[in-house]
């Protein structure tokens, strides 16, 4: 087993992480399994100390689920209304309201969270 300490460096994390990728299918009950649970305990605490996500464009997000899905903009008519509302709501130029956003939550299974302003 390698020694296992507090990840502060980049090094220590990139270290940690190929030691994690190496050892990732352990067995069960042997020291390289404990050893990658304490990794991953690491590695997970380093990048919510030093990782940061980029903020989520909600209207980006709906345009690369609808990608994603092959949908096009009148897929949307149902969720948001007429097809100029849509239009004016993936431009920009409208803002979604709460029940849009709640109904294209349900529709994507998107995390609600991504509709709040930080």
């Not at 050892?23 to 990048?47: K, R």
């Not at 209304?81 to 431009?91: F, N, T, Y």
């Not at 709640?102 to 991504?114: E, S, T």
Request: no cysteine.
């Amino acid at each position: 087993m390698n020694t296992v300490k507090v990840l502060k460096t980049e090094l220590d994390y990139t270290t940690a992480l190929s030691r994690t990728i190496e050892i990732f299918h352990a067995e069960e009950g042997t020291p390289e399994a404990d050893e990658l649970e304490l990794l991953l305990l690491l590695v997970s605490d380093y990048e919510n100390r030093n990782v940061k996500l980029p903020e989520l464009n909600p209207i980006e997000l709906i345009k690369l689920k609808m990608e994603e899905q092959g949908l096009k903009s009148k897929d949307l008519e149902s969720i948001i209304g007429s097809k100029g509302h849509v239009s004016s709501i993936l431009s920009g130029r409208r803002e979604l309201t709460l029940k849009m956003a709640q109904k294209l939550v349900r529709y994507f299974h998107l995390p609600a969270d991504i509709f709040l302003p930080a």
